[in-house]
């Protein structure tokens, strides 16, 4: 079984930036991918980004430029996944979702909010 820990979320005017993390942790997994989603009122919940354990990025069109994944390097906390974003816009308000790829079967976080103001 896999726990994803979130944190950073919070309110912000457009234009701002804000930076979520992501922590999991576990016994005996191995996780392949982690990511991010986000889902607004009244719409499907859609990526955000996700990042490899090989380091390939997936940026949804919507956040390029804007957004960046990455996810620490060290050893101990290889399974930690950091998600900045610049430029914020109010279309950008919905509950962030941690997610994780482990063996085939997804994991996820309960989640963050992000308000951004206009």
């Known amino acids: 079984q896999v726990q994803l820990v979130e944190s950073g979320g919070g309110l912000v005017q457009a234009g701002g930036s804000l930076r979520l993390s992501c922590a999991a942790s576990?016994?005996?997994?191995?996780?392949?991918?982690m990511g991010w989603y986000r889902q607004a009122p009244g719409k499907q919940r859609e990526l955000v980004a996700s990042?490899?354990?090989?380091?390939?990025?997936?940026?949804?069109d919507a956040v390029k430029g804007r957004f960046t994944i990455s996810r620490d390097k060290a050893k101990n906390t290889e399974n930690t996944v950091y998600l900045q974003m610049n430029s914020l816009k109010p279309e950008d308000t919905a509950v962030y979702y941690c997610?994780?790829?482990?063996?085939?079967?997804?994991?996820w976080g309960q989640g963050t909010q992000v308000t951004v103001s206009s």
């Open positions: 997610n994780a790829i482990s063996s085939g079967r997804n994991f």
């Open positions: 990042i490899s354990s090989g380091s390939s990025t997936n940026v949804a």
């Open positions: 576990g016994s005996s997994f191995v996780i392949n991918v």
